[in-house]
């Protein structure tokens, strides 16, 4: 069975069978993987740790294991045929904010970024527009 198929019932335990390039320890994406491990009741064989997505893509490239990235770090790759990208089941989702000087009044742009992603949570929430 394919990993990654709709079909696979604990596809954490699936993708713990397999060599995993994973981010290094105590990094906010590592964190994320490894308690979506943890929900999955897996224990991933982690074949390295790595610093960075381009680093980790290559390897993955070269089949020295798979990997758990963001989307947006191979959108590219995945376009151009070089990697395969496949959802997990189920989703990683973290959370980020924005960091700005409390003492300026934010300028025009990110004000409207905030406000678009204020709707945006408000939505994914189930919440009507403001």
Known sequence: ???????????????????????????????????????GRATPHVAMELGNAEATKKLVGAGLGLSIVSEIAVKADARAGALSLIPLRPALHRRIGIVRRRDRAPRPALQALVTALEAAANRARGGANP
Not at 9 to 35: M, S
């Open 1 to 39: 069975m394919r990993i990654g198929s709709s079909r696979l019932r604990h596809p954490a335990a699936e993708l713990a069978r397999e060599p995993v390039i994973l981010y290094e320890r105590g990094g906010t994406i590592r964190r994320v993987v490894d308690d979506w491990f943890r929900r």
